[in-house]
């Protein structure tokens, strides 16, 4: 098929009617569908507990699904463990966890390439997260506890991208920045889909993913219960009512939500 098509193109991460869930406890995932494009970002919204953590672990091999299917590039990854997808091209920042403090930032992107036994590539990808995060190659030799939390966060996006992933999977990135540093974190983001990468976003701080997403995936009962334009999404009575509390794109009486 001719690549100039003007169709919008294959995705490069697809999570098909997927089922998950932990041990015997009910399924947390109930045909769960969703897919990202290249370049572009992808924001899952939901509440505390909705599954959101659980799609990227199902995702990048950490849980293996019940059913359903996992395509990279078209290619069924479904019963890839954890190493596997990051060979298929998924690189996933865990939801909470942070960079080593004692390490320098060196150190910690470096980690970021330990499977990759290419000396000539780990250089290339050094060079291209200095470039993409320009406070990582200022603070390249610091301890990475020096830095504040945004910059810890830019220092785990570069060590997430040493293995030249397709699709990034982002855990609740702002967790812990205050508004300012999450406006920043979020620009960040821009810039990595500016860099070509797809990345599939979670969020519980539905408002900011969505004003920064292209597309936007509601998450409900198990399954993505709204999906669009995230401009249409942030507008949309349901999901203000919903999920986004506090400031609704229509006015209401209700007071302010979770
Ligand atoms: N390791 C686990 N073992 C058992 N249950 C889990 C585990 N991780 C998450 N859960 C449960 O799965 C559900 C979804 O969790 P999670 O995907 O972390 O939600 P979210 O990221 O949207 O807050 C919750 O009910 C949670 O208690
Ligand atoms: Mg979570």
Request: hydrophobic share 45%; aromatic share 4%.
């Amino acid at each position: 098929m001719a690549s100039d098509a003007p169709h919008p193109p294959r995705p490069l991460l697809e999570l098909v009617d997927v089922e998950a869930g932990y041990g015997r406890a009910a399924l947390v995932l109930r045909g769960l569908t969703v897919r990202v494009p290249a370049a572009t970002i992808v924001c899952l919204v939901g509440p505390n507990g909705a599954g959101k953590s659980t799609v990227l672990k199902v995702a990048s091999g950490m849980l293996t699904p019940r059913s359903g299917t996992i395509l990279v590039d078209g290619v069924d990854v479904t019963r890839n463990g954890a190493q596997d997808m990051i060979k298929s091209g998924l690189s996933h920042v865990l939801q909470g966890h942070s960079v080593f403090k004692e390490m320098t930032v060196a150190e910690n992107v470096g980690l970021g390439a330990y499977t990759v036994r290419d000396k000539a590539l780990v250089a290339e990808r050094t060079d291209f997260v200095k470039t993409l995060f320009p406070i990582v190659a200022e603070r390249w030799g610091d301890l990475a506890g020096s830095l504040s939390g945004g910059q810890q966060k830019q220092v785990e996006f570069a060590r997430s991208l040493m293995v030249s992933p397709k699709v990034v999977l982002l855990d609740e990135p702002s967790m812990g920045l205050d508004p300012k540093r999450t406006t920043a974190m979020f620009e960040q983001i821009v810039r990595m889909r500016d860099a070509g990468i797809a990345v599939l976003l979670v969020e519980q701080n539905a408002r900011r993913a969505l004003e920064t997403a292209d597309i936007g995936c509601v998450l409900d009962l198990g399954r993505v219960h709204i999906t669009g334009p995230a401009p249409e999404l942030l507008a949309d009575p349901r999901l203000a009512e919903l999920y986004l509390g506090g400031r609704p794109a229509v006015p209401t009486n209700a007071a302010a939500g979770a």
